[in-house]
């Protein structure tokens, strides 16, 4: 099974229920079948800075950042599910560029976390 956690203020108009259903059926159609977990957590930009400047050393306003198993500098596995990562997506970011693109709010969030799931499973753009 492949566990998807979701961390969101209630605010947020987003189904947990659609990101969760999402992503396991991204990461079985990428090859994931064993027991697997990923979190995904949507913050604002403070919180988005800080994380950019603290692994990426710089001041901009990221939309989404992932963090695979062995950027996790706490993480300790001690079960055999698959850590695959944590995708941390920057709601007020997504609220911009959903209005800017003329997409669904939920839309634009999805296709974030699509492509932050590609860079959990080591696949890069160029």
Do not use: R, W
Not at 3 to 29: C, D, E, G, T
Not at 44 to 50: L, R, V, Y
Request: contains cysteine.
């Amino acid at each position: 099974m492949i566990y998807i956690n979701v961390a969101k203020q209630s605010n947020y108009p987003i189904s947990s229920v659609k990101i969760k259903k999402f992503l396991q059926n991204f990461f079985k159609n990428h090859g994931i079948v064993s027991d697997a977990e990923c979190n995904v957590s949507f913050v604002g930009e403070e919180k988005m800075k800080a994380l950019g400047k603290k692994y990426y050393k710089d001041n901009n306003l990221h939309n989404v950042f992932s963090f695979v198993e062995s950027e996790l500098l706490d993480f300790k596995n001690v079960t055999d599910v698959i850590q695959l990562g944590e995708i941390v997506v920057c709601f007020p970011v997504v609220l911009k560029e959903a209005k800017m693109e003329g997409k669904l709010i939920e839309e634009k969030a999805l296709e974030l976390i699509g492509h932050s799931a590609l860079h959990l499973l080591g696949i890069h753009h160029n």
